[in-house]
């Protein structure tokens, strides 16, 4: 029985179609001046042929199915036909070139241009065909996927509200400012902390990341305390016997409680999203990657290690690739949250770029006190954009960064303090200049006085003589106004550690 069953099965297997991965779609954007990876999958042995614009590739399928080529030299202009031959023949239609970004993180990533400020206006101005989003649906697997999930949309008043704000309003300024079509791949989660975008071979293998790890497995066990459990059933039957009665539609329904292990292991997962929503995107040609993360990251007992946790991300995304690729992350922006170490996780981005090929979006300035998601998202774009346009793209910006700290010194009851990107001079943005502080060697803070001078700062206090340490913007939210010509912010900071 089990030999006639195989008989029967064979003819199948012998006769599998050639596929493609999502992402290799209708409407996809493919990165210009690079080999553009392209691959799939058929029976082992095959011979696949891939044909666009003019040029042929062949390959051969390996022992496992999969099969892949890289098409050189592919030229910007009208949309195309691609066709990839083997058993069968798969045409993907409206294909372009240009420029291709991947945008990731949390919930500010994943914040939708329907959610953005002005949204009416922006909708209406739309109608930009020649951007396009790739939004990854999959979510956390054990192990990496080889299988994406996912469509490309073209960009139109009908569309882009479900398009990713920060990604579009960053990809938007690249196409006027470029003139090429942009491709945005869009794989983001709310909610999830920068662990969980990260191969956990990688964390479990850097030395730095040792106390992190056994962080993650203390918030883990604590999940699993009886007194919890006892807790969340209660308020699971409260809330299915509330169901269960009569809706009152002057009332909204409370949400189902959560799981506590169900929660954590969301919350405290290391690797799961870079199984499910990064590796099956790998090797797709990109240009650079986009980041905006780290509220999940923001507890006393995480923040610490951000800045490792964010140079392991960029370098083993990078290796993975193969690539030295650009990536530039938003900086939180303000937010008045109580015991959230707001300021640590800041700290952690501005100290990670002292890798090369990164850059960051100062967004201290552009928060709302009490909305952990900020509708200014244009902004976000434009600065993120700035970088891009002035260090990847080699065009004529009026700054890619706001001011950053580079020095200070102590003299005569004052801390001088050195900026660079100060482009057009350092401003403020208004009569006085605020959002200092200084202390002395019995570390009180108090608000400094500060004054400009070339491209220093200089901070003193009448009462502090023997002055120590100062602080920019270190609260959560501030009243900050250090610029540059550019009208860029400056990054928040501190001397002391």
């Known amino acids: ?81 691609l066709t990839v031959a083997g058993k069968n023949t798969l045409e993907i239609k409206d294909v372009l070139v240009g420029e291709v970004w991947l945008g990731s993180g949390q919930s500010n990533m994943a914040m939708t241009v329907n959610r953005a400020k002005d949204y009416e206006q922006e909708q209406a101005a739309a109608n930009l065909p020649k951007i ?48 090429v ?23 479990r293998a850097a030395e730095p990341l ?12 604590a999940a699993k305390a009886p007194e919890l459990r006892v807790r969340y059933e209660k308020a699971l039957a409260k809330w299915e016997a509330e169901k269960a009665l009569p809706r009152d539609p002057q009332k909204p329904r409370s949400r189902k409680p959560e799981d506590p292990v169900l929660m954590a292991e969301k919350k405290n997962n290391m690797g799961g999203l870079y199984n499910g929503k990064i590796a099956p995107l790998i090797p797709y040609g990109i240009r650079g990657v986009t ?35 650009p990536f530039a992350w938003v900086q939180l922006a303000g937010l008045d949250r109580p015991g959230a170490d707001w300021s640590i996780v800041r700290e952690g981005m ?42 990847v793209y080699h065009k004529s ?15 005569s009851g004052e801390i001088v303090l050195r900026f660079t990107h100060t482009e057009g001079g350092l401003k403020a943005k208004g009569d006085t ?19 400009i001078e070339g491209e220093t700062v200089i901070v003193s206090h009448p009462e502090i003589t023997g002055p120590k340490a100062a602080r920019y913007s270190w609260e959560g939210f501030s009243d900050a106004n250090l610029c540059n010509g550019a009208g860029l912010p400056a990054s928040p900071f501190r001397t002391d550690s």
């Open 397 to 411: 910006v009026p700054a890619t960064s706001g001011p950053l700290p580079v020095g200070h010194e102590i003299r």
């Open 291 to 325: 980041w905006y993360q780290g509220e999940a990251n923001s507890t006393p007992e995480k923040s610490a290690y951000y800045d490792e946790l964010l140079t392991l991300l960029v370098t083993d995304w990078r290796a993975k690739w193969g690539s030295e690729l």
């Open 1 to 81: 029985m089990k030999l006639r069953y195989l008989a029967l099965l064979l003819p199948a297997i012998a006769s599998a179609d050639v596929r493609l991965p999502a992402i290799i779609s209708d409407h996809m954007v493919l990165q210009r001046e690079a080999a553009a990876p392209l691959w799939g999958w058929a029976d082992p042995g095959e011979s696949v042929t891939v044909t666009m614009a003019g040029q042929t590739q062949t390959a051969t399928a390996d022992a496992a199915g999969k099969w892949m080529v890289k098409l050189t030299d592919l030229p910007v202009g009208d949309p195309a036909t």
């Open 433 to 451: 200049l605020t959002g200092f502080s200084i202390a002395g060697e019995d570390g009180q803070w108090k608000p400094a006085q500060a004054r």
């Open 181 to 203: 079509p942009v491709g945005l791949i869009n794989s983001s989660v709310g909610g999830t902390p920068i662990e969980a975008w990260i191969d956990a071979s990688a964390q």
């Open 210 to 221: 040792k106390p992190y790890l056994q962080v993650m497995e203390n918030l883990r066990a």
């Open 350 to 391: 501005l100290k990670t770029l002292a890798l090369p090929g990164t850059g960051m979006a100062v967004a201290a300035d552009i928060g709302e006190a009490n909305d952990i998601h900020p509708k200014n998202k244009q902004e976000v774009g434009k600065r993120l954009s700035l970088w891009a346009l002035g260090t």
């Open 132 to 179: 396009r989003q790739f939004k990854e649906a999959s979510s956390y697997a054990k192990e990496p996927q080889t299988e994406c999930h996912g469509t490309w949309e073209i960009c139109s008043p009908e569309s882009v509200g479900g398009f990713s704000a920060t990604l579009y309003f960053f990809g938007r300024e690249l196409h006027r400012e470029l003139g």
